[in-house]
């Protein structure tokens, strides 16, 4: 089995910054792409961001120029660091990682369970 683990996030003010990590554990041969997408309350799940084994980048329009992904290799952790946050960056956060594991022939896109994050204006 193969574990995504997110922390972070919260209440910020519009302007403010907030920060998300998600970490992966278990039976991991290798990581491929992580990345990070939000769904907002009646909408459809998005991409944010995403990056590649790597370390190439690639953001949603909405978001590039505040948000940062980077990821640790080592620590199978991937980061999005979010500033100059506005309203409509609320959103439940999700991320993502596409895993080769120990024990499937093939990659396997894997999500974690989400976390909050709410944008006052």
């Known amino acids: 089995q193969v574990q995504l683990v997110e922390s972070g996030g919260g209440l910020a003010q519009a302007g403010g910054s907030l920060s998300l990590s998600c970490a992966a554990s278990?039976?991991?041969?290798?990581?491929?792409?992580m990345g990070w997408y939000r769904q907002a309350p009646g909408k459809q799940r998005e991409l944010v961001a995403v990056?590649?084994?790597?370390?190439?980048?690639n953001y949603a329009d909405s978001v590039k120029g505040r948000f940062t992904i980077s990821r640790d290799n080592a620590k199978n952790t991937v980061y999005l660091q979010m500033n100059s946050l506005i309203p409509e960056d609320t959103a439940d956060y999700y991320c993502?990682?596409?895993?080769?594991?120990?024990?499937?022939?093939?990659?396997?896109?894997?999500w974690g369970q989400g976390t909050q994050v709410t944008v006052s204006s």
């Open positions: 278990g039976r991991i041969y290798r990581i491929n792409a």
């Open positions: 990056v590649s084994d790597t370390g190439s980048t």
């Open positions: 993502q990682a596409n895993v080769k594991s120990t024990f499937r022939l093939t990659s396997v896109d894997y």
